[in-house]
């Protein structure tokens, strides 16, 4: 899939995944001190604007200016478009507009594995000591016990590789486990399992 895919996804004037917070971004970014913030693959921007109404300063990453425009436009409607910047980049080679940041979001980034390594190094390259990562995805558990997501092995990782993939960084990893998640449908909440990594950058500290 390219951007010209998400392009014509996002051309409605529909939310396609919602206006509502991911329940995981709330669950582990709620507690955090705001600062400043980047989105990777943020889409139509449902946690970014969660982000900014919490007085975080977020940067949506994303390759579709559809989703990128529809973010700008959920900021105004919430009044915190002070709070939100926008990057039509691929989360494989995002160059950010502000670097280091405080807190890294990837929400649903289902990419091959090789992929999904590369954008996970680069988005924690870009997050201050002491700062936090967090990931969500459809997990490849899911694949044979829940709904909805992606039904390819490739493109679904477990907590075992993600926590690989992050080897190496200069991360502790606090949390990285599947987790019973629910995915917002158009006829209401459906159940699936959901992969969850949070870690925090510690370079620093064990310097």
């Known amino acids: 899939m390219d951007a010209k895919y998400w392009d014509a996804k996002y051309e409605t004037d529909e939310y396609v995944y919602t206006k509502l917070v991911n329940r995981f971004v709330k669950e582990y970014c709620e507690p955090l001190t705001p600062g400043t913030a980047m989105d990777v693959a943020g889409g139509e921007g449902r946690n970014t604007v969660w982000l900014a109404q919490q007085g975080w300063r977020v940067e949506n990453i994303d390759f579709s200016q559809k989703a990128l425009d529809k973010c700008l436009s959920f900021a105004e409607e919430e009044g915190v478009a002070g709070f ?80 690989e993939y992050l080897a190496g960084e200069g991360f502790e990893v606090l949390d990285c486990r599947n987790r019973d998640g629910q995915i917002q449908t158009r006829e209401g909440l459906k159940p699936s399992v959901t992969a969850v990594m949070f870690a925090k950058n510690i370079i620093e500290i064990l310097g």
């Open 84 to 163: 939100v910047d926008t990057n039509c980049s691929s989360a494989l080679d995002f160059e950010p507009n502000e670097t280091p940041v405080d807190l890294a979001v990837i929400a649903y980034l289902q990419i091959n594995q090789a992929d999904l390594k590369t954008a996970i190094k680069r988005v924690a390259s870009n997050i201050k000591p002491g700062g936090h990562l967090l990931g969500v995805w459809h997990s490849r558990d899911n694949l044979e016990q829940s709904f909805g997501g992606p039904r390819d092995t490739e493109v679904l990782p477990n907590p075992e590789l993600l926590a």
